[in-house]
C-alpha cells in the first residue's frame, strides 16, 4: 500500500505530539511541517528527516495534515488546506465559533474531504468501554458529572477554560446523550479569572430530559485531574481518563474493574484519521459536524458565564 504523505502545522507541545505519532507509523511518510518559527520547525524538520515548508507548498505535495496550529488560525488555515482537497484532522477547537465550524464542514463536504476534529478522549480506551457498557445494558445515563483539573500553564492564549478544557468533556456528554441532545438546556453556568474576559476556571449545570449534567473545569490546579462519573438505572460508572480505567459498581457493590493496558489516545485517533483518509466514505468519529454541535454548547455556556 502507498504511503500517504502527510504534513503537521504548527510544532509547539501539541504538534510535536502529532509528529512523533507519525513518525512511527510504516503507512505514513511524514513529508514537512509548517510554522512561523523557522528556528525550531528546522530542528524538527532535521530530527525527525522531512523538510520545513510554507501552506502554499502543500498542495500537490500531501493528501492530509494534521492543523495543531493555535485555535484562532484553525478557521482559515482548515478552510485553505480542504479547499485544496487536503483531508484534515483538526486539534480541538474546530474553530472558535459554531459559525465558523459549521463553513468548515460545508467545505470539506463540497470537496468530499475528511474532517477529523481532536477529541481526543473520545479515542481513550476507557471512555470507549464506557459507551460499549451503556450500550450492552441498554441504559441511558440520568446523572453525569465531569471534572477537568489541569495545572496553571501559559501555553494557550487564546481560549478561555471551557474551550481549552471543559470542551472535552462537554464533547464526551454530547456523543453519549446521542439522540436525547436535541433535549439539551444549560441551567447555569459560572466562571472566574484574573482576566474578567477570559475565566481560568468554569461550572456549569445542564439537563436533558431524564439526565441532570455537571461540568467542571480548572487550568490552575496544583494537581491534574480527570474524573468521569456516570450513573443509570442500575449502575455507576466511574472514569479515570488519565489512567483509562473504569469501576463499575450496582447494588452498592464493585462489580467490575477495567484491567486494559494504556493506549495513547493521540496515537488511536491518527490511526483513525488515516483510516478515514484512505477511504473518504467512512464517517469519523469525532466528525467536523458533531464537533460543531459542540461549538454551539461551548458558545452558550460561554455566553452565560460572561453575561452573570
Partial sequence: ????????????????NHVKAYKKRTDVNLVGLVDP?????????EEYNCRVLSLDELPGLVDAVSIVSPSNTHAKIGATMLSKGIHCLIEKP????????RALVDIAQKNKCVLLVGHIEEYNTGFQYLRECLEK?????????????????????DAD??????????GCVLDLLGV??????????HGSGLKPSMVDTAVAVLRTKNCMITLQANRKSHLRHREFILHTQNFSYFLNF????????????????????????LEHEISHFIECA????????????????????????QKRIYQS
Avoid at 474546530?94 to 465550524?101: E, F, K, N, R, V
Avoid at 477554560?161 to 462537554?170: A, E, N, T, Y
Avoid at 488519565?242 to 489516545?265: A, G
Wanted: net charge neutral; aromatic share 6%; glycine share 6%.
Fill in 180 to 189: 436525547n441532545v436535541r433535549f439539551l438546556e444549560i441551567l447555569s453556568a
Fill in 1 to 16: 500500500m502507498k504511503p500517504l504523505n502527510v504534513a503537521v502545522i504548527g510544532v509547539g507541545h501539541m504538534g510535536i
Fill in 137 to 157: 445494558n441498554g441504559e441511558a445515563p440520568l446523572f453525569i458529572s465531569a471534572e477537568r483539573f489541569n495545572f496553571g500553564s501559559d501555553r494557550i492564549q
Fill in 161 to 170: 477554560v471551557v474551550l481549552d478544557l471543559m470542551i472535552h468533556d462537554l
Fill in 37 to 45: 518559527h523557522l528556528k525550531q520547525g528546522q530542528g524538527l524538520a
Fill in 278 to 301: 484512505r477511504n473518504p466514505e467512512k464517517q469519523p468519529l469525532t466528525s467536523g459536524m458533531k464537533a460543531s454541535v459542540t461549538m454551539k454548547y461551548v458558545e452558550a455556556i
Fill in 94 to 101: 474546530l474553530a472558535m465559533t459554531m459559525d465558523q465550524s
Fill in 242 to 265: 488519565i489512567s483509562q480505567q473504569v469501576s463499575v459498581y450496582r447494588n452498592n457493590q464493585l462489580m467490575s474493574q477495567t484491567n486494559h493496558p494504556w493506549l495513547p489516545p
